[in-house]
């Protein structure tokens, strides 16, 4: 286990890092501005849920083989990069359909919103690298390492679930000035649809760190 006075370091270095937005909070506040609160508090557990996969590859040495392999990383990447420019798609396409009166008739439910959240951050190989690079730091190597990295890694995602839904519920501020009129509808669907596509186009053309490094 790590001790109190490196989990405290961790802490700080790790709320550094959270408040800082990244491709999970856009996600985040996307889901919000275009479905409210509880679309986003769901998103966030979505999110960290995917997070839990890469904690665990990171405990198992899983995040390495993306680390050296720049083809492992470059599948994950391109993936990732698909689904995000089909959610993108996805969502211009139902922004032609929406009704007025400050409902989105073809939202989607909760379980499919939390379940795009889980596979949009396990699709993120920068995450699997993040988690490997950033953990070991704070790990006393006359210890365990794995059992150490997943207690750090897990409290991480604790912080961040704080973090995230802290953007959450601002999100949720700004979007009651949104909601509204149909062409407010439309408006939100093509912004959060641009968003994904934007977010996708950017993945997909990201080299791998090792490349960047040597450059």
């Not at 990732?80 to 009704?99: D, K, M, N, S, W």
């Not at 699997?128 to 730091?137: C, D, E, R, T, V």
Request: charged share 15%.
């Amino acid at each position: 286990m790590p001790s109190a006075s490196t989990l405290a370091l961790f802490s700080v270095a790790a709320l550094v890092l959270l408040v800082t937005p990244g491709p999970a909070v856009l996600y985040i506040v996307t889901r919000t501005v275009g479905q409210g609160r509880r679309a986003g508090l769901v998103s966030v557990l979505g999110i960290h849920t995917g997070s839990v996969v890469h904690v665990v590859a990171a405990a198992l040495g899983v995040s390495a083989v993306l680390a050296r392999s720049a083809a492992a990383f470059g599948v994950v990447k391109l993936a990732g990069a698909a689904y995000l420019i089909y959610l993108g798609v996805q969502r211009l396409t139902a922004g032609r359909h929406e009704r007025g009166g400050g409902r989105e008739s073809l939202r989607p439910g909760l379980r499919r919103v939390y379940a795009q959240g889980v596979v949009v951050n396990i699709l993120n190989p920068k995450t699997a690298l993040f988690f490997l690079a950033f953990l070991p730091q704070f790990v006393d190597p006359t210890g365990a390492a794995a059992p150490q990295m997943v207690v750090l890694g897990l409290w991480f995602i604790a912080l961040g679930v704080c973090s995230d839904s802290a953007y959450a519920f601002a999100a949720s501020v700004m979007s009651r000035r949104l909601h509204g009129d149909r062409r407010s509808a439309r408006r939100r669907a093509q912004l959060t649809g641009a968003a994904y596509i934007g977010l996708g186009l950017t993945a997909a053309v990201a080299g791998h760190p090792a490349r960047r490094a040597a450059a």
